[in-house]
């Protein structure tokens, strides 16, 4: 049994980094077969780009680095929003791990359920885990 505790501590190092820096407390890590692949804070209003989540700014680190994070798990302490969701859906991501929700944005929501839904043309949806 993987224990979480661990990661989602350094997504929440990350969180107090990005709120330092005057971003919404987001972090994240990416996790295969034990070791950290990616990690990001959110960096949205520092460069001024709506697409530097943190949960996006890790896959990239992860692709960059590690040449991709196709059935890696996702460690977020706030849950993955749409944009971020498809990102995850896209990368094969195999298990997502998150502490809070984030709202009606939320990837995980029956409005949007883009990170647990089950479309013929994507991979199989992670395995997504309210964390604690």
Known sequence: MIDHEP????????????AAEGESPVGCVIVKDGVIIGEAFEQSRMLKDITRHAET?????????????????????????????????????????FSKTCGEL????????????????????PEVIRYP
Do not use: D
């Open 57 to 97: 700014l890790a896959v990239l680190n992860a692709v960059k680095y590690h040449g991709g994070c196709e059935g890696a798990i996702l460690y977020s302490n706030v849950e993955p929003c749409i944009l971020c969701s498809y990102v995850i859906r896209h990368h094969k991501i195999k298990q997502v791990i």
């Open 106 to 125: 939320g990837g995980t929501t029956p409005r949007f359920p883009i990170l647990t839904a089950e479309v013929a043309s994507w991979a199989k949806a």
């Open 7 to 18: 990661y989602m501590q350094r997504c929440l190092q990350l969180a107090q980094h990005a």
